[in-house]
């Protein structure tokens, strides 16, 4: 779906190595996705959305503040400048656009929604809770993060005003991640349906601790131990009864 390819100035391509390499990446890319990638689309924009809200709302807590307005000298030897939220200020928001697409990379991995299992979905690698993640069922590595990394660049290419006209909003309060994200994947991008953008976003399973496995491991073994009794009480009474 995206080609990558290494142009000069002049738009025509120059190294054979720059285009392998450049064709090697846009094969990987397409190895994530096919054409039917709707539920990838949509679970991308959602947790580019998720991250870009908690930087500013992150920010927002810090308290800062920046100039804004004219520093133009009027008539009357005043300027018109005003304290602004920094966490919403044009510099502010900015500077998270950029960073964004970098900062959600190399975080996530896809696997089939346990509620939807024909609907796959982006699980980020590491567990809120600070447990170990059992990551084995999760599609991750390199194309991946190439994948991931493309669709939010061309999410914020494309809708980068509107973005940050979102994120600007305070009257009468600034939207919540949820709403943030409704607006900006469901409204202005258009790239999820209300059924997609409801799934959860959901948390990789837990790693089974070592004292789980040798709890697991003695109670197959007394299981097993069990049968054995029962077979060999099986077999005295036939014996008996011969």
Same mark, same amino acid.
């Given at each position: 779906?995206?080609?990558?390819?290494?142009?000069? #100035?002049?738009?025509?391509?120059?190294?054979?190595?720059?285009?392998?390499?450049?064709?090697?990446?846009?094969?990987?890319?397409?190895?994530?996705?096919?054409? +039917?990638?709707?539920?990838?689309?949509?679970?991308?924009?959602? %947790?580019v959305a998720r991250q870009l809200h908690q930087?500013?709302? +992150?920010?927002?807590?810090?308290?800062?503040?920046?100039?804004?307005?004219?520093?133009?000298?009027?008539?009357?030897?005043?300027q018109r400048v005003t304290k602004v939220p920094?966490?919403?200020?044009?510099? #502010?928001?900015?500077?998270?656009?950029?960073?964004?697409?970098?900062?959600?990379?190399?975080?996530?991995?896809?696997?089939?929604?346990?509620?939807?299992?024909? %609907?796959?979905?982006?699980?980020?690698?590491?567990?809120?809770?600070?447990?170990?993640?059992?990551?084995?069922?999760?599609?991750?590595?390199?194309?991946?993060? +190439?994948?991931?990394?493309?669709?939010?660049?061309?999410?914020?290419?494309?809708?980068?005003?509107?973005?940050?006209?979102?994120?600007?909003?305070?009257?009468?309060?600034?939207?919540?991640?949820?709403?943030?994200?409704?607006?900006?994947?469901?409204?202005?991008?258009?790239?999820?349906?209300?059924?997609?953008?409801?799934?959860?976003?959901?948390?990789?399973?837990?790693?089974?601790?070592?004292?789980?496995?040798?709890?697991?491991?003695?109670?197959?073994?007394?299981?097993?131990?069990?049968?054995?009794?029962?077979?060999?009480?099986?077999?005295?009474?036939?014996?008996?009864?011969?």
């Amino acid at each position: 779906p995206y080609s990558v390819l290494a142009r000069s #100035h002049s738009g025509l391509l120059t190294s054979p190595k720059l285009l392998a390499a450049s064709l090697l990446l846009a094969v990987s890319v397409v190895s994530v996705s096919g054409a +039917n990638d709707a539920d990838l689309v949509c679970s991308a924009c959602r %947790i580019v959305a998720r991250q870009l809200h908690q930087n500013v709302e +992150n920010e927002a807590n810090e308290g800062r503040t920046v100039d804004s307005g004219s520093f133009r000298v009027d008539s009357k030897g005043n300027q018109r400048v005003t304290k602004v939220p920094y966490a919403r200020s044009d510099t #502010h928001l900015t500077n998270a656009l950029e960073t964004i697409c970098e900062q959600v990379q190399s975080s996530w991995g896809h696997s089939p929604h346990s509620s939807q299992p024909s %609907i796959r979905s982006f699980v980020p690698l590491t567990r809120t809770d600070g447990q170990a993640a059992d990551t084995s069922r999760l599609t991750s590595g390199s194309s991946v993060d +190439n994948w991931l990394r493309m669709r939010c660049e061309s999410l914020l290419d494309d809708h980068e005003e509107a973005t940050k006209s979102l994120l600007q909003l305070s009257q009468p309060k600034p939207l919540t991640m949820d709403q943030f994200e409704r607006q900006l994947c469901l409204e202005t991008a258009r790239v999820c349906t209300e059924p997609l953008i409801a799934l959860p976003i959901e948390e990789p399973p837990t790693l089974p601790s070592a004292a789980t496995d040798d709890k697991e491991a003695k109670t197959e073994e007394a299981t097993a131990e069990s049968a054995s009794e029962e077979a060999a009480a099986h077999d005295d009474s036939a014996k008996t009864e011969l």
